[in-house]
């Protein structure tokens, strides 16, 4: 049996959605008024459970809802 490891699914979504809207990473960070560092890793999920706060900061920077990042 093999163990499938899996990355962030916040991370990834994050992501995706941030691409959709032509934001850098720089860009995203900045408009959420979050460090760059923090942004990047919770990304490439090295921080697979970031707060509701920094969370609710990306997704207003991004102008969408909690749902949609979640799906």
């Known amino acids: 049996m093999t163990m499938k490891k899996e990355k962030s699914k916040i991370g990834e979504n ?18 959420a008024n979050l460090a760059f560092y923090t942004l990047s890793k919770i990304e490439a999920g090295s921080t697979p459970n970031p707060t509701i706060d920094t969370v609710k900061k990306i997704v207003d920077a991004l102008g969408v809802s909690l749902d949609e990042l979640m799906k």
């Open 14 to 31: 994050i992501k995706r959605l941030r691409l959709k809207s032509g934001m850098s990473q720089d860009a995203l960070s900045k408009k």
